[in-house]
């Protein structure tokens, strides 16, 4: 029986829907025990604009998600979008004071703890920091400098900020129904983490999640963040289109696009034709798979276009390897992955979270990624801790020697 100190609870405020998980830490894997969604009410392009009906949609995900687990915690970790966010790498650089020069924890924890204050801000608050790798004199590239000798340590870290105004009113939406937020994170960083493999990260990749309202932008490279990014168009626009072309509701656009899950025309070929129910006894509308294929494929380049301007922006493709990794619930139309090869010519693969036990044949669709990532960086949240609280040898002589 898991200790409910062992527990993470997570939470992703998506625009189509609030994701609860319940999960603990199982050797180096996640394991779900409870799982709830609900229709996200109140959340537009991951802005809350009614804290009522945002609560709402939190308090149903999460109770639905205890009662499977058959647990419950108030600390909550949150996945947020990266619209109020803004991250940027921040140097940070201590002096071993050591009389051996080894490195500590404690200069692990003040280094970073520098980079931190370097991006200190009136109005925004730093959520999260990522330590991309430390500098030991004029050794790059360690992961893990404690034990170390050196007489200086430097770090690169991805420090990510948010508007203390946005999170205060998320805060309010969960204490609302009971709850206490325990750390947040981004969107395409939560993605990031729940999908993306070792070997990813370190040989350069850029994960793009496509979701409802926005389209959530992370580039890694060398094992470190370094740089995310949020577009306010999502899927949406890809149903907004079809509405307009079609001349049909919104809605009913978007019951096309579950039902007719393909976007490139390759895939059409040989697909049943569109049919469009009209009321009234009205025949239905007849669309052709190519034409309807045209539209969703032209949405979809234009997505790509602008994620390619932000990779651009921040250093171009060249020494990206790994390419592209496509997620989120729109990841999942048919032919999307040929579409992303063409516009940004790097391959491209398609996939939902990994490392997952428990329900993970539900949980591992695409559009669960940021779900699982908020509760993947809730558990190594949880570790960093458990580490710095752990002495380190020397520590432990220095006081046993003081006790003496
Ligand atoms: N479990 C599922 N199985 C199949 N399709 C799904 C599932 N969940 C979501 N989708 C599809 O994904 C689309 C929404 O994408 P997603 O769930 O990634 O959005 P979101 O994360 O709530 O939004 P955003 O990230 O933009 O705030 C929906 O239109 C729906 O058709
Ligand atoms: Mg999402």
Known sequence: DVANQELVVGCDLGSYKVVGLVGVKEEDKIKVLGWGEAESKGI????????EKASESIEEALKMAFRMAGKDKKEIMVSISGEHAEGKIEKGFVVIQTPDNEIRREDVKKVIEQAKTRSYSEEKEVIFVYPNHFIVDDQKGIKEPVGMI?????????????KKNVLKTIE??????????????????ASSFAVLDEEEKSQGCVLIDIGKGTTDLAIWKDGGIQYTSTLKIGGDFLAGDLATCLKIPKIKAEELLKKYSFAHPKFAEGKETVLIERTGGRPPIKVTPEEYA???????????????????????????????????????????????????????????????????????????????????????????????????????????????
């Open 44 to 51: 537009e392009k991951g802005v809350i604009i009614n804290i």
């Open 150 to 162: 050196g007489v200086k340590l430097e770090v690169e870290a991805f420090v990510l900020k948010a």
């Open 294 to 404: 045209q539209i969703t494929e032209a949405r979809l380049i234009e997505i790509f276009r602008f994620c390619e301007l932000e990779i651009l922006k921040w250093g171009g493709k060249e020494n990206l390897i790994a390419g592209i990794v496509l997620t989120g619930g729109y990841a999942n139309l048919e032919g999307i992955e040929e579409i992303a090869e063409e516009v940004f010519k790097l391959s491209v693969i398609k996939k939902g979270a990994k490392d997952v036990i428990g329900l993970s044949n539900e949980i591992t669709h695409p559009s669960y990624s940021a779900a699982i990532g908020v509760l993947k960086i809730g558990i190594m949240e949880r570790e960093k801790i458990k580490k710095m609280k752990k002495k380190s040898f020397f520590r432990k002589l220095i006081d046993f020697l003081e006790k003496i």
């Open 172 to 189: 309010k939406c969960f204490k609302r129904v009971g709850f206490e937020i325990e750390g947040y994170i981004t969107q395409p960083l």
